[in-house]
């Protein structure tokens, strides 16, 4: 089983700051990896996912400011200048292999 | 536009078997390559992949629970069941079904997800 493992678990960052997430993989994953939001009570949102071209692609009207980097077993998601409703749980995910696993999240605070 | 909706009981008692339903629309598995997955969260913790089901009836399961797992499908119906059984405390969680893109492939992500069902295993 591939492990996610996410850094930090949480993140203190004011409105307006730049907020860098990290996920690593105990394996290479190419670019299959994915980043979900998650907020309270609500059900995970697909942020940004790596396409099989390689591309790494924002999802269908997701802002520009959110944006994903990385490949192989180290993954940056990278939100430009944070918005209020920015704040919430960030999980990584990655499908290169079965199982699927997720990251514990990184909690991103004001 | 795809959505999913699942149903099922929000409390069982341990030892018992949990039968979950994901209802979904704006696809089908008429469709070559659609997959339809669950995934659970327990209660302040994170997310965790259990099984999927292809349109060609193919199946994929967490090996950590594919013991007590059985995902199956109703092409007719639009509807993906998950049972596991031996229900324990810790299976205490918010169950989602989702959807996989990138079809004719293994490898893909989960986008829409089902608003979930809390499940609560005690006696």
């Known amino acids: 089983e591939i492990v996610m493992t996410q850094s930090p678990v949480t993140l203190s960052v004011s409105p307006g700051e730049r907020a860098t997430l990290s996920c690593r993989a105990s394996q290479n994953l190419s670019n299959n990896l994915a980043w979900y939001q998650q907020k309270p009570g609500q059900e995970p949102k697909l942020l940004i996912f790596g396409a099989s071209t390689g591309a790494i692609v924002r999802a269908t009207g997701i802002p520009d400011r959110f944006s994903g980097s990385g490949s192989g077993t180290e993954f940056t998601l990278t939100i430009s200048s944070l918005q209020s409703e920015d704040f919430a749980v960030y999980y990584c995910q990655q499908y290169n292999d079965w199982p699927y696993t997720f990251g514990q999240g990184t909690k991103l605070e004001i | 536009q795809i959505t999913l909706r699942e149903s099922g009981p929000a409390l069982v008692k341990p030892t018992q078997t949990l039968t979950l339903t994901c209802i979904f629309s704006g696809v089908s598995f008429r469709t070559g390559g659609v997959g339809v997955g669950w995934i659970r969260q327990p209660p302040g913790k994170a997310l965790e992949w259990l099984a999927l089901?292809?349109?060609?009836?193919?199946?994929r399961y967490n090996p950590s629970l594919k013991s007590r797992l059985t995902i199956s499908k109703d092409t007719s119906k639009n509807q993906v069941v998950l049972t596991m059984s031996n229900m324990d405390p810790v299976d205490t969680a918010t169950y989602y079904c989702?959807?996989?893109?990138?079809?004719?492939?293994?490898?893909?992500?989960?986008?829409?997800w089902g608003q979930g069902t809390l499940v609560t295993v005690s006696s």
């Open positions: 989702a959807h996989k893109h990138q079809y004719g492939s293994e490898r893909g992500w989960f986008d829409p």
């Open positions: 089901i292809y349109w060609n009836d193919e199946k």
